[in-house]
């Protein structure tokens, strides 16, 4: 039997019902590509998470229904800033702070993204809408995995292999209202919405293999061949270490 690759998955805090949660999608398409999924609680201990990394071929930081907290990046909040968990800000940065150490293959979606970007230094448009100039609509709503707006992907880059021969544009999904402004250290942009806004970005360190995307390919795997590809690529790079 072929090795499954254990994959740490963030999870999310609902405060009314003291509930760690987690929607199902995001660990259905990792063992769909063959990998097992290992939820993470939301305890932002050094020593726990330090535990809980141990042993783990990568991560997955997923989306949440929260916003990273602009303190983590130096900024006021604006009026449209969303709820924040200070909880899951914390986890996400200690588990950053522990694939960093440890050069895990790392596979980051909308929040995670976000947070990935603000924990290598860089800045977050707290607002699209009242921040970015003709703005296209990045809340999509119901249905989840329809794919509403496209993306220009850099040639050469992890998104590019995952599509057609010759093929730089495709349609994504969209459920956020942020994305990264200024971008972090060590992180070079390589896909973008028609309003300019980065949709993608990977590790620029060859040793490294880091992507995060702003859309959700959990949502649409089933059907979308590069959705597909982007867990079955980080997948099999986890399961490379062994």
């Given at each position: 039997?072929a090795?499954?690759p254990?994959?740490?998955?963030t999870?999310?805090?609902?405060h009314?019902?003291?509930?760690?949660?987690?929607?199902?999608d995001?660990s259905?398409?990792?063992?769909?590509?063959?990998?097992?999924?290992?939820?993470?609680?939301?305890?932002?201990?050094e020593?726990?998470?330090?535990d809980?990394?141990?042993?783990?071929?990568?991560?997955?930081l997923?989306?949440?229904?929260?916003?990273v907290?602009?303190?983590?990046f130096?900024?006021e909040?604006?009026?449209?800033l969303?709820?924040?968990?200070?909880?899951k800000?914390?986890?996400?940065?200690?588990?950053?702070a522990?694939?960093?150490k440890r050069?895990?293959?790392?596979?980051?979606?909308?929040?995670?993204l976000q947070a990935?970007?603000?924990?290598?230094?860089?800045?977050?448009?707290?607002?699209?809408?009242?921040?970015?100039?003709n703005?296209?609509?990045?809340?999509?709503?119901?249905?989840?995995?329809r794919?509403?707006?496209?993306i220009?992907?850099?040639?050469?880059?992890?998104?590019?292999?995952?599509?057609?021969?010759g093929?730089?544009?495709t349609k994504?999904?969209?459920?956020?209202?942020?994305s990264?402004?200024?971008i972090?250290?060590?992180l070079?942009e390589?896909?973008?919405a028609?309003?300019?806004?980065?949709?993608?970005?990977?590790?620029?360190?060859?040793?490294?293999?880091?992507?995060?995307?702003?859309w959700h390919?959990?949502?649409?795997?089933?059907?979308?061949?590069?959705?597909?590809?982007?867990?079955?690529?980080?997948?099999?790079?986890?399961?490379?270490g062994?």
């Amino acid at each position: 039997m072929a090795y499954r690759p254990k994959i740490g998955i963030t999870m999310r805090l609902e405060h009314a019902t003291r509930r760690f949660y987690l929607g199902r999608d995001y660990s259905e398409a990792l063992a769909a590509a063959g990998a097992t999924p290992v939820h993470i609680s939301l305890i932002p201990d050094e020593e726990y998470i330090v535990d809980a990394v141990a042993g783990l071929d990568g991560i997955l930081l997923p989306g949440s229904d929260s916003d990273v907290d602009p303190a983590h990046f130096s900024e006021e909040p604006h009026p449209k800033l969303g709820r924040v968990v200070p909880e899951k800000d914390a986890t996400d940065l200690l588990v950053l702070a522990e694939i960093e150490k440890r050069n895990l293959p790392l596979f980051a979606i909308c929040y995670g993204l976000q947070a990935l970007n603000v924990s290598r230094g860089g800045t977050i448009i707290q607002d699209i809408d009242s921040q970015v100039l003709n703005a296209i609509k990045h809340q999509q709503g119901i249905p989840l995995e329809r794919r509403s707006h496209s993306i220009r992907v850099k040639p050469g880059s992890p998104l590019e292999k995952g599509l057609a021969v010759g093929q730089d544009t495709t349609k994504v999904n969209s459920h956020h209202h942020q994305s990264i402004c200024k971008i972090g250290r060590d992180l070079e942009e390589i896909a973008w919405a028609p309003d300019g806004v980065i949709e993608a970005v990977c590790d620029t360190r060859s040793d490294r293999f880091v992507v995060g995307v702003q859309w959700h390919p959990e949502l649409d795997w089933q059907v979308d061949e590069l959705s597909r590809q982007l867990f079955r690529g980080f997948v099999e790079k986890a399961g490379n270490g062994r």
